[in-house]
T-cell receptor, first 112, second 116 residues
Framework: GESVGLHLPTLSVQEGDNSIINCAYSNSASDYFIWYKQESGKGPQFIIDIRSNMDKRQGQRVTVLLNKTVKHLSLQIAATQPGDSAVYFCAEAPHTGNQFYFGTGTSLTVIP | GAGVSQSPRYKVAKRGQDVALRCDPISGHVSLFWYQQALGQGPEFLTYFQNEAQLDKSGLPSDRFFAERPEGSVSTLKIQRTQQEDSAVYLC??????????????FGAGTRLSVL
């Protein structure tokens, strides 16, 4: 499969601080990227996506940045809350087919 | 139902046993995906359906794995002669359309399979 990896396996932040989760991908042919949040015992939940023709996309309290030059993706969470504690996965989709390749995940812990 | 439903939630199988895992997607969703998630890892793609057609099964790890979606709604993932390495959480996801851009995949809670 493709190589989609994360720089930090765990991340702890204080409640109210901003969080940044990073992801590196290897396939230059990927043109669509998605961030998912997975809580214990649940399936992944869509957070935000971005196409390769964009560098930045914002949602509610979340921003995804895409740097195609270095094949790097990041998820920024503003004013992190205890409910944000979960494992976060980035996923990439090559322009051919419908496969989505997930990274290993980063465990985010929010300290009250 | 409101979301993707998978059953059973937990399955314990003896090595060599056959298992069948069920997925009820969100009503009307065209696309259905199966993933395998090992402990501490991200989901790995197994197979993809568009309606009843299995368009991609390149992620199925061996010919012991078989998936079907005969009427374009409910799907079953079958694993024959289970092995210990098959132990994982099997996730099902569905999405409304066949196009992947902006086509959010909604995941079920998964079936945790333990092969003894």
């Amino acid at each position: 499969g493709e190589s989609v990896g994360l720089h930090l396996p765990t991340l702890s932040v204080q409640e109210g601080d901003n969080s940044i989760i990073n992801c590196a991908y290897s396939n230059s042919a990927s043109d669509y990227f998605i961030w998912y949040k997975q809580e214990s015992g649940k399936g992944p939940q869509f957070i935000i996506d971005i196409r390769s023709n964009m560098d930045k996309r914002q949602g509610q309290r979340v921003t995804v940045l895409l740097n195609k030059t270095v094949k790097h993706l990041s998820l920024q969470i503003a004013a992190t809350q205890p409910g944000d504690s979960a494992v976060y996965f980035c996923a990439e989709a090559p322009h051919t087919g419908n496969q989505f390749y997930f990274g290993t995940g980063t465990s985010l812990t929010v300290i009250p | 139902g409101a979301g993707v439903s998978q059953s059973p939630r937990y399955k314990v199988a003896k090595r060599g046993q056959d298992v069948a895992l069920r997925c009820d997607p969100i009503s009307g969703h065209v696309s259905l995906f199966w993933y395998q998630q090992a402990l501490g890892q991200g989901p790995e793609f197994l197979t993809y359906f568009q309606n009843e057609a299995q368009l991609d099964k390149s992620g199925l790890p061996s010919d012991r794995f078989f998936a079907e979606r005969p009427e374009g709604s409910v799907s079953t993932l079958k694993i024959q002669r289970t092995q210990q390495e098959d132990s994982a959480v099997y996730l099902c996801a569905s999405s409304l359309l066949g196009d992947r851009f902006g086509n959010i995949q909604y995941f079920g809670a998964g079936t945790r399979l333990s092969v003894l």
